[in-house]
């Protein structure tokens, strides 16, 4: 039979064995608690970026530049409020803020808005004179009301009003509609002055309408027909 010491002896050595095991099953469980842990972590984040999105796609294209004018305004009108508490003017306040650069890039963008590329037909013509008279107009409120009182009912005229040659337009009026038909007689004079005539040039048309033909083929043809004209004059054309 085995003595007193060496069963002390055996477990002993037992004792050490079983901890290194509970302490490698302990490191297996806690690192197995922080895989599950980062799972749902990554589940919960997965699952917010996918409602994000969903929220994204539902909104209009234009949200995001909605969004952007809608945040300038709110600083606008806060900078606003802020001048208006020193007793500043805005308007000057922000002309400070603009760089040289910033200012030239807006108006070679406003020159862009509304180019004039000359006379391209009588419908432009027509509406840019037309653009260009309104912005003119100044309305006198003082005459608008004065004549709306005078005038009555028939201010506002129905299917069944006769206001024909009731309307006498003033001095100021008159004056101001002269001026501006002065002023466009004068511009239109430029633009539709005669040519001078070259006594040298070759006689190839019929009449003033037949000359301007021939002038404006000329002008988009004339270097494609240039070689068949001298061939004609030299009389060597085939």
Request: include cysteine.
């Amino acid at each position: 039979m085995a003595s007193v010491s060496e069963q002390e002896s055996a477990v002993t050595d037992v004792e050490p064995v079983e901890t290194l095991a509970s302490q490698k099953r302990e490191a297996r469980l806690r690192k197995f608690k922080e895989l599950h842990l980062k799972r749902n972590e990554a589940h919960r984040l997965n699952h917010q970026e996918v409602a994000e999105e969903d929220k994204k796609l539902k909104l209009p294209s234009n949200w995001e530049a909605k969004k952007a004018r809608l945040q300038w305004e709110l600083e606008e009108n806060e900078k606003k409020k802020e001048c208006a508490a020193r007793g500043e003017d805005y308007d000057r306040v922000k002309l400070l803020e603009v760089t040289a650069s910033d200012a030239e890039r807006w108006q070679r963008k406003k020159k862009k808005k509304n180019p004039d590329t000359g006379f391209a037909g009588y419908a432009e013509a027509q509406l840019r004179q037309y653009q260009r008279l309104t912005k003119q107009i100044k309305p006198n409120m003082e005459a608008y009301d004065k004549q709306r009182e005078e005038s009555g009912e028939d201010f506002y005229p129905t299917s069944n009003t006769l206001i024909h040659g009731t309307h006498v337009p003033t001095k100021e009026g008159i004056d101001r509609m002269v001026e501006d038909v002065e002023k466009q007689i004068e511009k239109r004079s430029k633009y539709s002055r005669r040519r001078a005539y070259n006594d040298d040039a070759d006689i190839d048309y019929i009449n003033e309408r037949n000359a301007k033909f021939n002038q404006k083929a000329e002008r988009f043809y004339g270097k494609y027909t240039a070689e068949i004209k001298q061939n004609l004059e030299r009389g060597t054309a085939v």
